[in-house]
């Protein structure tokens, strides 16, 4: 054998170590994974055709780029503070491009800005990722990282994985009560609306199991009465819309009932349950003990309390988004989105349950 065939041997040997000692690391990094709507949504969206998009500014403008990437905020979501937490890079939306290789090793954001639990929310929005498709993506996925580090190690980034995954809102804000007599408020009263959309939601949340999740955080909705969008159509003296707050008190503690019964029927705390509800009704009542100006009015749009329409470079934008607790009709600001954070990951049994994520991080470093 001649001296270039065993330096050309030497340095492909090389080249596998090193190559295998970038990708071993983050094999052994807890990956996250991101299911869900708007509120959680890094930018699939913008790799479709859409109405419901964040691609223009001022989108983004706190961003540390400070360009729109397709995020309903005005700096970071939900998904990127939790990623800034746990010590790990932010979750590529699972559309990019650039989410190849090593990176998708650090996990995948699969949401989808408009979705729900039923495929028939969002409708108006044309060519979303519904939440079964997200969760085929999810399958898709590991096939393409058991490519990379093979079947085992995928099952294993899986199963130790943090997955967050957000539903619900939008069944009652972008499909019942859309319009007047929407198909499903004449098909369904809400009482039995709400036990439906639990019943879905269960099927989705017992396939997530099925393909890997082992430490799901499930957010409950969000006080949806009292987004700025609501209160522009339904209130005139700023209070918040009674009949969807109604809807959040009816399909919350239902959701939490159910997560506890798969837990117990898994026999492990698989599903963790978020109070969104709580989080948000803290600072939405009592915005100045959080520092906030406003909690009723968006800092980004038109009409009564910015509430009408999308923000958009035409809109009324605020100066100081810090002093907004939402950003724009429906989504919090980045700090109102950092204290929502701040409770999952602290937060008393109020707030987080069974368990907060620092909890979570602290049992299952022992493991």
């Known amino acids: 054998m001649d001296k270039s065939s065993v330096f050309a041997g030497s340095w492909l040997a090389l080249g596998l170590v090193l190559a295998w000692a970038l990708v071993a690391p983050q094999a052994e990094a807890r990956a996250f994974f991101v299911f869900g709507d708007s509120l959680v949504d890094s930018g699939n969206n913008d790799y479709l055709f859409t109405t419901a998009r964040a691609d223009s500014p001022p989108y983004g403008i706190d961003y540390p780029t400070g360009r729109p990437t397709g995020r309903f905020s005005n700096g970071l979501n939900i998904p990127d503070i939790l990623s800034e937490q746990i010590g790990s890079e932010p979750t590529l939306p699972y559309l990019s491009p650039q989410l190849t290789g090593e990176r998708l090793l650090v996990g995948a954001n699969f949401a989808s800005a408009g979705i729900g639990i039923l495929n028939d929310t969002g409708i108006q929005f044309l060519n979303i990722i519904r939440i079964w498709k997200q969760l085929e993506y ?29 539903l619900g809102g939008n069944d009652f804000v972008n499909n019942y009560y859309l319009v007047p007599y929407s198909a499903r408020s004449r098909q369904f009263s809400l009482p039995d609306y709400v036990r439906y959309l ?31 969008a609501e209160l522009a159509l339904r209130s005139r003296t700023g209070e918040c819309a009674i009949e969807l707050q109604r809807a959040a008190g009816l399909f919350n503690p239902q959701l ?36 906030f100006a406003t909690s009723k009015v968006a800092c980004c749009g038109q009409g009564p309390y910015n509430g009408l329409g999308l ?11 810090n002093l907004y607790a939402f950003w724009d009709a429906f989504h919090p600001s980045e700090r109102a989105n950092r204290i929502i954070v701040q409770r999952i990951l602290t937060g008393s049994t109020k707030y987080m349950y069974p368990m907060n994520l620092s909890t979570i991080m602290d049992l299952d470093s022992r493991i």
């Open 256 to 291: 939490f009932q159910m997560l506890d019964g798969l837990n117990n029927e898994i026999g492990s705390q698989v599903f963790i349950g978020a109070n969104a509800f709580g989080m948000h009704m803290d600072f939405i009542s009592n915005p100045q003990a959080y520092g």
């Open 198 to 228: 639990i019943s879905e939601y269960r099927k989705v949340l017992i396939r997530l199991f099925e393909l890997g999740a082992r430490r799901v955080l499930v957010t409950a909705t969000g006080p949806l009465g009292c987004v700025p």
């Open 311 to 321: 923000c958009t470079v035409a809109s009324s934008l605020c100066p100081n988004r």
């Open 138 to 166: 999810f399958q898709q996925y590991q096939q393409r990282v058991s490519g990379l580090i093979g079947v085992e190690q995928t099952q294993r980034l899986v199963n130790q994985a943090l997955v967050l995954i957000t």
